[in-house]
């Protein structure tokens, strides 16, 4: 009878322990990452960036879950070339939201490009529906998206000499809304953030962006002050660390008033 009840016991421990490691590699609470060059990441790897965050799991290009672990932007479907792939904002954001508790679990879906202007990221174009493709198979096995962080901008403030910002901000609405469509989930939080420029026309984007404070449901923006660039366009690795902390306590901010 004692042997029996060793057996049974050593199959239920087993058996807690498979289902309990399945459960993690399957997280579901879902993020997706979306954006121009400081989402895919151009901030230098120093060597406390090294190290795998538990309870976050990062989507790779097999359709895999693995441990989060930079860089981040490395299984992106439309990436430039690999050794452009360096420190991003999801690495502090998964850090912080894990440590609070907030979702724990949580798996990112990481699918940046740089140089991209948000016409390439409209509904309907390459860049969206390889976004829109990923996050689907991630979410196969019962997984919800909680939310969408979005960082872009540099593209259009860069190259357009006069920028329309309400046509931009009506851009912005149609990828929030087609996501949260095509995500199935009509209450996605969505979050973008600030650019760290000094010019006329970036104080006129951090405007914009704003607005989606009041005027778009389950959305809103971080700010970038305080933070620095390398060359101007791309935080540095401080940089990227605050503007990720920022974007978690936005997410926890919108969950609570959700």
């Given at each position: 009878m004692i042997r029996l009840l060793l057996i049974v016991t050593f199959i239920s421990t087993v058996y807690t322990k498979v289902v309990a490691q399945k459960s993690l590699k399957s997280p579901?609470?879902?993020?997706?990452?979306?954006?121009?060059?400081?989402?895919?990441?151009?901030?230098?790897?120093?060597?406390?960036?090294?190290k795998v965050i538990d309870g976050a799991f990062l989507y790779d290009s097999l359709n895999h879950w693995i441990p989060l672990k930079n860089p981040l932007n490395i299984h992106s479907s439309i990436r430039k070339i690999a050794r452009m792939q360096k420190l991003n904002l999801g690495f502090t954001f998964a850090k912080k939201i894990t440590e609070t508790k907030t979702l724990n679990p949580i798996g990112l879906v990481v699918n940046a490009r740089g140089g991209t202007k948000i016409q390439s990221w409209l509904p309907g174009t390459l860049y969206y529906k390889e976004a829109v493709r990923r996050s689907l198979e991630a979410i196969k096995e019962g997984a919800k998206f909680r939310a969408v962080l979005w960082h872009q901008g540099e593209g259009n403030l860069n190259y357009?000499?006069?920028?329309?910002?309400?046509?931009?901000?009506?851009?912005?609405?149609?990828?929030?809304?087609q996501l949260r469509k095509d995500l199935k989930n009509d209450e996605l939080i969505f979050i973008a953030g600030e650019l760290n420029k000094d010019n006329p026309k970036n104080i006129r984007f951090k405007s914009m962006l704003a607005r989606l404070e009041t005027e778009v449901p389950f959305a809103g923006s971080v700010k970038s002050e305080g933070t620095k660039t390398k060359d101007g366009t791309h935080f540095d690795n401080e940089g990227l660390k605050i503007m990720g902390d920022r974007y978690a306590e936005k997410l926890i901010s919108l969950m609570k008033s959700n």
């Open positions: 579901k609470d879902l993020i997706l990452l979306i954006g121009q060059s400081n989402m895919a990441g151009r901030a230098t790897l120093l060597p406390e960036d090294d357009d000499s006069d920028i329309d910002y309400d046509g931009y901000f009506e851009k912005l609405k149609l990828i929030i809304y």
